[in-house]
Nanobody
């Protein structure tokens, strides 16, 4: 059974950091592209970053320099390190595995989703 479980969300003050995890079970991450998305209340889901099997990374412009996506195939887990967090980063964050990618774009439609983890940035 394919399963993705996100963790690591929570409440953090502006300027703080969080590290999100996306643990996979039922399959191995090695050969798949992995994307992190977020959705804030009343807003559309947006791509945060994705990483392909070779390790090459892409980021949304507003996350460059603040967020880092990584993968640990030995642990079958993907990560999203988020630094210098802002209130506008508040959202539910989801990982998606197995989507398609091209020209810096990641399409999650053929991938599998986790349940999401809430990130709240507030003083």
């Amino acid at each position: 059974q394919v399963q993705l479980v996100e963790s690591g969300g929570g409440l953090v003050q502006p300027g703080g950091s969080l590290r999100l995890s996306c643990a996979a079970s039922g399959f191995t991450l090695d050969y798949y592209a992995i994307g992190w998305f977020r959705q804030a209340p009343g807003k559309q889901r947006e791509l945060v970053a994705f990483i392909i099997s070779s390790g090459r990374r892409n980021y949304a412009d507003s996350m460059k320099g603040r967020f880092t996506i990584s993968r640990d195939n030995a642990k079958n887990t993907a990560f999203l390190q988020m630094n210098s967090l802002k209130p506008e980063d508040t959202a539910v964050y989801y990982c998606n595995v197995g989507g398609r990618y091209w020209s810096g774009t990641y399409d999650p439609d053929f991938g599998s989703w986790g349940q999401g983890t809430q990130v709240t940035v507030s003083s």
